[in-house]
Nanobody
Framework: VQLQASGGGLVQAGGSLRLSCAASGRSFRTYASAWFRQAPGKGRIFVAAITAGGDKQYYADSVNGRFTISLDATKNTVYLQMNSLKSEDTAIYYC???????????????????WGQGTQVTVSS
């Protein structure tokens, strides 16, 4: 299984970016996926998750209402649309996929068995 994350970049505060995570070797139709982020000097934390097939989406409080996770099953790609970006959103963003999905543990890094390489998002204030 390989996950390829892309779409990061430099954007001004208030701007938008869309991240993509393309998968090979595993179908997002049958496996859940998520985005995490890691700011400089901090741990990797949960951002958003989407269930297999894209039926349900979940968000961290810090991004709820600003970020949207979605899935294009025909392209086997998960997206993270990020709007109203803030300087505190600056981080490396990682996509991940889980063999089994449980809402109670979806924020745990250990629940995800494959990870992408990360894409840098920098928000200037």
């Amino acid at each position: 299984v390989q996950l390829q994350a892309s779409g990061g970049g430099l954007v001004q505060a208030g701007g938008s970016l869309r991240l993509s995570c393309a998968a090979s070797g595993r179908s997002f139709r049958t496996y859940a996926s998520a985005w995490f982020r890691q700011a400089p000097g901090k741990g990797r934390i949960f951002v958003a998750a989407i269930t297999a097939g894209g039926d349900k989406q979940y968000y961290a409080d810090s991004v709820n209402g600003r970020f949207t996770i979605s899935l294009d099953a025909t392209k086997n790609t998960v997206y993270l649309q990020m709007n109203s970006l803030k300087s505190e959103d600056t981080a490396i963003y990682y996509c991940a996929t889980a063999r089994r999905f449980n809402v109670a543990s979806m924020t745990w890094r250990t629940e995800y068995d494959y990870w992408g390489q990360g894409t840098q998002v920098t928000v200037s204030s």
